[in-house]
């Protein structure tokens, strides 16, 4: 696997922490595939990178994550990098949950991942060479209130990794986590409001308290931060690793 013009497919890939890992790949010559459910961001993100192009993906759908490789690897000749970093937010009680928004979160978050990855390795096993990464979260190691699905979502992608590496250590691929904390984008902006009426708070407290409290840096993580990360865990300097968690967090 070189390092230049690699194929590199990022989900959740239009805005956010997505973007900046898509943007990282691109600065350094890879092809990167943004997949969104959004086609119209997703396009407009990848007009803005010099070698991309965008793909509308469901990671929730087993037929779209077919179709979707099986077009891809008619265009392109390997598939190095998968990123699996689609991701979204509810914030409520156990006992208010509406199901319906427990059962999309873990399926975005921990049966999109499944899915990218069960469908990607056929050509990553072809070619013996590969790069699979999960963007988890700190709140894949520890919990906060409000967030039971987000924080069982991510525990069990820790856990997908660990069990994917191992199967796959002996085939030139990696599976690796990145653990990011909180980083400046809209779903952690847009959780303020809600934290803050939770707690009949004001949104800067309810930043400092549920957001920032155990952060020793005291501040938002930069997406590009997150970006790099990724960029090194596909780098040949990593690997070595696999079935770790990295994490990106300000010291959490």
């Known amino acids: 696997m070189t390092q230049l013009a690699r194929t590199v497919v990022v989900t959740g890939a239009a805005q956010g922490i997505g973007l900046a890992i898509a943007q990282a790949f691109a600065a350094q010559g890879d092809f990167v595939a943004l997949c969104d459910i959004n086609m119209a961001a997703a396009e407009q993100a990848a007009s803005r990178l010099p070698n991309a192009k965008a793909y509308a993906v469901d990671v929730t759908s087993e ?79 520890l919990a906060s209130p409000y967030k039971s699905a987000y924080i069982a979502a991510k525990h069990g992608l820790i856990g997908f990794t ?8 002996n085939q030139g691929i990696t599976a690796n986590a990145l653990l990011p904390g909180a980083v400046r984008t809209s779903l952690v902006e847009n959780q303020l409001p809600l934290l803050a009426a939770q707690d009949g708070i004001s949104e800067e407290e309810a930043l400092h308290r549920h957001i920032l409290a155990r952060q020793p840096m005291k501040r938002l993580l930069e997406p590009g931060e997150i970006g790099d990360s990724a960029v090194f865990l596909a780098s040949h300097a990593a690997r070595a690793i696999t079935g770790e968690s990295l994490s990106v967090s300000g010291g959490w």
């Open 162 to 169: 660990r069990a994917l590496a191992l199967e796959i250590a």
């Open 63 to 141: 037929a779209q994550i077919a179709a979707f490789f099986e077009h891809l690897l008619a265009e392109r000749p390997t598939l190095d990098v998968l990123v699996n970093n689609a991701g979204l937010q509810h914030i409520s009680p156990v006992q208010d949950f509406p199901l319906d928004k427990w059962n999309t979160l873990l399926a975005v978050m921990l049966t999109g991942p499944f899915l990218m990855s069960k469908h990607a390795l056929p050509s990553m096993l072809a070619q013996q060479s590969g790069r699979i990464i999960n963007i988890a979260s700190v709140h894949g190691k």
